[in-house]
């Protein structure tokens, strides 16, 4: 969701004129404590990540390197060379960029539907999404741990309408035990890769319709029709005419989803398995988990968050580029 | 009797000039059109007196008093929007009783004023309905009532018929001038409709590119064009160009007399107009014989022109006729009760153009455009 | 505009992806046992009971819950009115830093904020109070309201203003008589937006609470361990009720549609 600021409206005149002292002076107290809420914490994280760590979850202000440097080299470099936490970070990256990628691409068509129908039936629509987007992860995760167990969600339905047999008749199903979705005896979905991005993409999908559905709405009816009038078949149209005109949302969007999942905590902790968790967990483990290193959590952080701007500063570059061209 | 007057008024928005150099007085009870085409600056005129915006130089006077460093909620001049402006948060009693509820008149009285109004706009019993309720003319009439509440010394309308059909627009425009001159409070209406200025005002400025180009009653102004931009204005005009000779208007090799023109000296470029129902079409014409064409130019009939019908419209009402001369093509207008010959198209015509009818402006590289 | 038979189809699927997690959550709040099975077995309403009333943990967090999102979305709405009205006022350089700092927390990775403000609470002494937690929702989500109440002074028309002057009234008057009136539902729904986020939200209020005190989601968090129970099914269907009332109301009394960027002329 972005902020969209107003150019100033109001014309030049006299209504301005008066009350202009009190208003500047309070504009500045805003500025003030908004400052605090929403820019020290940041700031925090920045000095922390380069503090002293004292044992047993305390830190102190400092200027040392020593929690970059485990992070990019390991804690026991130059002796030994250990990449961990960049493996971390590369697992964050790709459940963050699968999951936004699978959300974007199912959330254009649906989106694209919901345009098309009449004002009650999108306003419908919006209460469900909204109400599914709200809906906290730890319920989302509830929900698909639920249906993805194996005592009463997708495997014992695989079970139970004999898929599971089938393809052990058919000998497939060592290869599903080979990609790490099945047990011995049966389908396993917790923990996998599958579980993860299935999970992240519902997650984020209701904030892909919601950031598609601008752009969407405000496709002119009229050019889908000449370019009908013009011959072009429905395939065609959804490739010259919408896809064009909406390639810049689809990849903002994508980008934007795909930096909120680089935080996600909840799904990866149930759904991943501990080998591919992500940097969001680790990251947790030092601030408050088990291995209480605030600095280095921090660090961490820090490294979350370049990431996220290189990302966004690309895709801006990016599309910039795009406009341009 | 307090007039408004604006003294040299100019106004920059950033570097572009909206209005420059006017001087103008709104006679006191008076109704008086800004017309102008779109980006004139006649609006910006209009919300500069009204207070909505800060002229960048001049005075603004209303009768003795200085009223340019006045606010718009301090001068109170009643204005009606383009688009209405009603709030869709109130009723239609309530939109028009705004002023006096922000004042703090009790809750009886306001109502009471509001229904008075609401009968002088002839909108009785549409106190409580919601604004998204009403029509287009509904919605002109209330805001119109809305403007008046206040008993403003001045009222000021910014182009109050646009949003209505064209149908419509001519009864309101009839409505509104009686409404005024019931009232008899000093008006100012912007519009860049002709028609509707002529209807209602009793004094029209024409306003171009920030300048005002003439000042004069509706008769004035129609007649007596000042310059080509107005003739072509108000009303249609035909326009030829030539150059003053010695008390006459030559244009090709015709020659023209214009008595009531202003002396030019010879030489010097000129633009002849002549409205289309002014102009007129004689089919038995001595110029068009062979040995006319061989006379020389002083000596033939003066204000006379050889013509080629190219096209007949017939309206109903009027009958166009569109001719081609030698130096340029003309429109001729005749109305439904007046004679005129049966003429088929390529028929060959004599023109004249009566001079008492004929106006004589002096061409500068502006009005050649 | 009619859907074709595939567009049918597709929205209908995605519904019922959509939903079905939360109708197995539902589902499984009627459990008579420990274990969330789907089919529900033995079903009973008893969790209900539970969790609004006899076991004070969780009544203690929904009330945490219910203090929390109602503040921080008022909050939200205090710091959001003043920086709408600023920069539709005046577009200048100080209140494009207010909208960018009320941005931040929300184009950054949720977790960074929450490991940010915890350092933050730590430091000042402020961590594991339920006013810590306040402040910090209503930093987070207070760019849900900015964008609400932008749309809605956005949408006042300039002339409005204009007339509201001609006829006596000053900033001050037009302020209280066409600004805020017209503004209202813009407002409300802002402030729903951030309450149900709020009151959902999970990251940021664990790195700030400390152990100190838990809302609904956080309870269900630490009690992960132990895994899922049909009590917490009950929490969940709590809140996907609260949402699809609120987001009701929304669409009742605003227009959603515009309030999430529709084209307005088309209908």
């Known amino acids: 969701m972005s902020v969209s600021t107003a150019e100033g409206m109001a014309p030049d005149g006299v209504k301005e004129t008066e009350g202009r002292e009190p208003a500047l002076a309070f504009k500045i107290a805003l500025v003030i404590l908004l400052g605090i809420l929403c820019l020290?914490?940041?700031?925090?994280?920045?000095?922390?990540?380069?503090?002293?760590?004292?044992?047993?979850?305390?830190?102190?202000?400092?200027?040392?390197?020593?929690?970059?440097?485990?992070?990019?080299?390991?804690?026991?470099?130059?002796?030994?060379?250990?990449?961990?936490?960049?493996?971390?970070?590369?697992?964050?990256?790709?459940?963050?960029?699968?999951?936004?990628?699978?959300?974007?691409?199912?959330?254009?068509?649906?989106?694209?539907?919901?345009?098309?129908?009449?004002?009650?039936?999108?306003?419908?629509?919006?209460?469900?999404?909204?109400?599914?987007?709200?809906?906290?992860?730890?319920?989302?995760?509830?929900?698909?741990?639920?249906?993805?167990s194996a005592r009463s969600g997708l495997p014992a339905l695989l079970d139970w309408v004999g898929f599971t047999d089938l393809m052990k008749d058919w000998g497939w199903f060592q290869w599903f035990r080979d990609i790490g979705l099945a047990s011995p005896r049966a389908f396993k979905f917790k923990t996998s890769g599958l579980a993860t991005v299935l999970c992240m993409s519902y997650l984020v999908?209701?904030?892909?319709?919601?950031?598609?559905?601008?752009?969407?709405?405000?496709?002119?009816?009229?050019?889908?029709?000449?370019?009908?009038?013009?011959?072009?078949?429905?395939?065609?149209?959804m490739r010259t005419v919408v896809l064009p005109s909406v390639k810049l949302p689809l990849f903002g969007s994508t980008l934007l989803l795909f930096v909120f999942l680089l935080g996600t905590y909840v799904t990866v902790t149930v759904f991943a398995d501990p080998s591919q968790h992500t940097l969001a967990v680790s990251i947790y483990d030092s601030v408050r988990g088990s291995t209480l290193n605030a600095p280095f959590g921090a660090a961490q952080s820090v490294i979350l968050l370049i990431t996220a701007a290189v990302f966004l500063f690309a895709g801006q570059k990016l599309s910039n580029a795009g406009d341009r061209a | 009797m307090a007039d408004l007057v604006l003294k040299s008024i100019r106004k920059d928005f950033g570097s572009f000039r909206a209005v420059d150099k006017v001087d103008l007085t709104f006679p006191h009870g008076k109704l008086t059109a800004l017309l102008g085409p779109s980006?004139?600056?006649?609006?910006?005129?209009?919300?500069?007196?009204?207070?909505?915006?800060?002229?960048?130089?001049?005075?603004i006077l209303l009768g003795d008093e200085d009223i340019?460093?006045?606010?718009?909620?301090?001068?109170?001049?009643?204005?009606?929007?383009?688009?209405?402006?009603?709030?869709?948060?109130?009723?239609?009693?309530?939109?028009?009783?705004?002023?006096?509820?922000?004042?703090?008149?009790?809750?009886?009285?306001?109502?009471?004023?509001?229904?008075?109004?609401?009968?002088?706009?002839?909108?009785?019993?549409?106190?409580?309905?919601?604004?998204?309720?009403?029509?287009?003319?509904?919605?002109?009439?209330?805001?119109?009532?809305?403007?008046?509440?206040?008993?403003?010394?001045?009222?000021?309308?910014?182009?109050?018929?646009?949003?209505?059909?064209?149908?419509?627009?001519?009864?309101?425009?009839?409505?509104?001038?009686?409404?005024?001159?019931?009232?008899?409070?000093?008006?100012?209406?912007?519009?860049?409709?002709?028609?509707?200025?002529?209807?209602?005002?009793?004094q029209i400025v024409v306003m171009s590119k920030g300048y005002t180009e003439q000042v004069g009653t509706p008769k004035e102004i129609y007649s007596k064009p000042g310059n080509s931009f107005v003739a072509s204005f108000i009303g249609k005009a035909n326009f030829l160009s030539g150059e003053a000779t010695?008390?006459?208007?030559?244009?090709?090799?015709?020659?023209?007399?214009?008595?009531?023109?202003?002396?030019?000296?010879?030489?010097?470029?000129?633009?002849?107009?002549?409205?289309?129902?002014?102009?007129?079409?004689?089919?038995?014409?001595?110029c068009l014989g062979e040995e006319w064409a061989k006379t020389p130019p002083e000596e033939r009939a003066k204000n006379v022109l050889?013509?080629?019908?190219?096209?007949?419209?017939?309206?109903?009402?009027?009958?166009?006729?569109?001719?081609?001369?030698?130096?340029?093509?003309?429109?001729?207008?005749?109305?439904?009760?007046?004679?005129?010959?049966?003429?088929?198209?390529?028929?060959?015509?004599?023109?004249?153009?009566?001079?008492?009818?004929?106006?004589?402006?002096?061409?500068?590289?502006?009005a050649a455009e | 505009?009619?859907?074709?038979?595939?567009?049918?189809?597709?929205?209908?699927?995605?519904?019922?992806?959509?939903?079905?997690?939360?109708?197995?959550?539902?589902?499984?709040?009627?459990?008579?046992?420990?274990?969330?099975?789907?089919?529900?077995?033995?079903?009973?309403?008893?969790?209900?009971?539970?969790?609004?009333?006899?076991?004070?943990?969780?009544?203690?967090?929904?009330?945490?819950?219910?203090?929390?999102?109602?503040?921080?979305?008022?909050l939200s709405v205090l710091f959001a009115w003043p920086?709408?009205?600023?920069?539709?006022?005046?577009?200048?350089?100080?209140?494009?830093?207010?909208?960018?700092?009320?941005?931040?927390?929300?184009?950054?990775?949720?977790?960074?904020?929450?490991?940010?403000?915890?350092?933050?609470?730590?430091?000042?002494?402020?961590?594991?109070?339920?006013?810590?937690?306040?402040?910090?929702?209503?930093?987070l989500f207070a760019a849900l309201p900015l964008v609400t109440i932008s749309i809605g002074l956005q949408s006042i028309d300039d002339a409005h203003l204009d007339a509201a002057a001609t006829m006596g009234a000053t900033e001050a008057t037009a302020f209280r008589t066409i600004v805020l009136p017209q503004t209202i539902p813009y407002t409300i729904s802002g402030f729903f937006f951030a309450m149900v986020l709020s009151f959902n939200e999970f990251i940021v209020m664990f790195f700030v609470s400390s152990s100190a005190y838990s809302t609904v989601t956080l309870q269900i968090f630490n009690s992960l361990r132990n895994g899922f129970t049909p009590t917490m099914a009950v929490a969940a269907i709590t809140f996907i009720v609260v949402s699809l009332v609120v987001f009701s109301l929304v669409a009742r009394f605003g227009d959603l549609p515009r309030l999430m960027g529709a084209d307005q002329s088309r209908r």
């Not at chain 1, 050019?223 to 009038?229: G, P, Q």
């Not at chain 2, 980006?39 to 005075?59: H, V």
């Not at chain 2, 202003?262 to 030489?267: I, P, Q």
Request: hydrophobic share 50%; proline share 5%; with cysteine.
């Open chain 3, 1 to 74: 505009m009619r859907l074709s038979k595939f567009g049918f189809i597709f929205m209908a699927l995605s519904g019922v992806v959509l939903f079905l997690p939360i109708l197995v959550v539902s589902a499984s709040a009627l459990n008579g046992g420990r274990s969330m099975l789907f089919p529900p077995q033995d079903p009973t309403l008893a969790r209900f009971g539970e969790f609004f009333i006899s076991e004070p943990i969780w009544r203690n967090a929904l009330k945490n819950s219910v203090i929390i999102s109602l503040s921080s979305a008022a």
């Open chain 1, 40 to 148: 020290v914490p940041f700031l925090f994280v920045l000095a922390i990540s380069v503090g002293h760590k004292i044992e047993g979850a305390g830190w102190a202000f400092g200027f040392e390197l020593t929690h970059y440097k485990r992070f990019l080299l390991g804690a026991t470099w130059p002796e030994t060379f250990q990449i961990l936490y960049l493996q971390k970070l590369g697992y964050s990256l790709m459940f963050a960029a699968i999951g936004a990628v699978i959300a974007v691409a199912l959330a254009f068509p649906f989106t694209y539907f919901l345009t098309r129908l009449t004002r009650r039936g999108q306003t419908v629509w919006l209460v469900l999404l909204l109400s599914s987007l709200s809906l906290s992860e730890v319920f989302i995760v509830m929900g698909w741990d639920i249906l993805l």
């Open chain 2, 68 to 202: 340019t460093d006045r606010p718009a909620y301090e001068r109170k001049f009643g204005m009606v929007f383009q688009s209405f402006a009603l709030f869709p948060h109130l009723t239609v009693a309530e939109n028009i009783a705004y002023s006096l509820a922000i004042e703090g008149v009790d809750k009886r009285k306001r109502r009471a004023r509001a229904d008075e109004l609401l009968d002088l706009v002839q909108m009785g019993g549409y106190g409580d309905r919601r604004i998204g309720e009403l029509s287009g003319g509904q919605r002109q009439r209330v805001a119109i009532a809305r403007a008046l509440a206040q008993e403003p010394s001045v009222f000021l309308l910014d182009e109050p018929m646009s949003a209505l059909d064209a149908k419509l627009r001519e009864d309101m425009q009839v409505e509104l001038r009686l409404l005024q001159q019931r009232v008899g409070i000093t008006t100012i209406v912007v519009t860049h409709d002709q028609r509707e200025a002529m209807t209602m005002a009793d």
């Open chain 1, 205 to 237: 999908w209701p904030y892909a319709v919601i950031l598609l559905y601008p752009a969407l709405s405000r496709l002119e009816p009229s050019l889908m029709e000449a370019a009908r009038t013009m011959g072009a078949r429905p395939s065609v149209v």
């Open chain 2, 306 to 366: 050889p013509a080629e019908v190219t096209f007949v419209r017939d309206v109903g009402s009027t009958r166009d006729i569109y001719v081609k001369t030698p130096v340029g093509d003309l429109i001729v207008e005749y109305g439904a009760g007046e004679s005129l010959p049966t003429l088929t198209i390529g028929e060959k015509v004599s023109l004249r153009l009566p001079p008492d009818e004929l106006h004589v402006f002096p061409r500068d590289a502006e």
């Open chain 2, 39 to 59: 980006g004139c600056g006649k609006t910006t005129l209009l919300r500069m007196i009204a207070g909505l915006e800060a002229p960048s130089w001049g005075q």
């Open chain 3, 83 to 139: 920086a709408a009205y600023f920069i539709w006022k005046r577009s200048t350089a100080l209140s494009r830093v207010i909208a960018g700092l009320m941005a931040m927390p929300f184009a950054v990775p949720p977790i960074v904020f929450g490991v940010g403000l915890g350092f933050m609470w730590a430091f000042s002494g402020g961590l594991g109070t339920i006013w810590a937690g306040i402040l910090s929702l209503g930093a």
């Open chain 2, 246 to 286: 010695d008390g006459k208007y030559r244009v090709g090799e015709y020659l023209f007399e214009a008595p009531k023109a202003r002396g030019f000296t010879a030489g010097s470029p000129v633009t002849l107009a002549v409205r289309p129902e002014n102009a007129v079409i004689n089919d038995t014409c001595a």
